[in-house]
Each structure stands twice: as structure tokens, then as C-alpha cells.
């Protein structure tokens, strides 16, 4: 992920053996990362279990808040794919009990229906 697509809020699927190091006290037993996507800082973990958003924190990135969200829970979720003119996909996720939804942008080199699938497979297994 580049720089700029860092700052226009894009974001860009990472190597999931790095983060299964890095937040291997936060899964269960039997759970396994499925994908990685990398919002700056920020996370999006799919496992096989449940979707995890991490919002690294701070001048450092060291403090972290970490939102688990059993895929149960997710009660609808939209795409909106990029154009020609607007360059970014964004993901819209409502989750029980909020009516607001979390959305975030990815950037048009990722495939924003490879996201979808990813989350569709666990929502609606």
C-alpha cells in the first residue's frame, strides 16, 4: 500500500502470516485468519469465526482497540464498486443493534468482490 493510498483512506490486502504473529493472543483455539486488509494503520481480520477491527492508536500505533464482531451479527453489508472517476470501492457493514454503519474505502486495485465474498461466506454460512 502506497503512501497516498494511505492518505486518501484506501486500503490493500496484507500478508496474513505477518498479523497471525502479531495477534496470535487474540484468536481462539480453532481459529484461523482468512484475510488481511490494512487501512493505514487499521485493520480489517477476517477469520473463520468472526471479523476483527483493529484501530491502532497514538503517535506509535502501540495502543490498539480491538472490536470483535461475530459475523452473526452483521445483519446486512453493502459494496459500492469503483468508477471511472471515483477511484475507491467502499464497504458498508451494519451490525446489530446500530444504524449507523462502519464503512471504509479500499482502492480500486483491490478487488472490492473478493472483500465481499470473503465476508458473504462467513454472513451467510
Known amino acids: 500500500m502506497g503512501l497516498f493510498d494511505g492518505i486518501m ?33 487499521d485493520l480489517f481480520i477476517f477469520t473463520n469465526k468472526r471479523l476483527i477491527l483493529v484501530d491502532k492508536q497514538g503517535v506509535t500505533g502501540k495502543k490498539m482497540e480491538i472490536h470483535s464482531i461475530p459475523y452473526k451479527n452483521i445483519v446486512h453489508f453493502s459494496i459500492e464498486t469503483a468508477g471511472s472517476f471515483d477511484l475507491d470501492a467502499e464497504l458498508k457493514i451494519w451490525i446489530s443493534g446500530n444504524s449507523v454503519p462502519f464503512q471504509k474505502q479500499f482502492n480500486k486495485s483491490l478487488n472490492i468482490y473478493e472483500v465481499q465474498t470473503v465476508l458473504a461466506s462467513y454472513v451467510l454460512n
Open 9 to 41: 483512506g484506501n486500503a490493500s490486502e496484507v500478508d496474513k502470516s505477518k498479523i497471525e504473529e502479531e495477534f496470535k493472543q487474540v484468536l481462539a483455539e480453532s481459529e484461523n485468519i482468512e484475510r488481511t486488509y490494512k487501512l493505514i494503520r
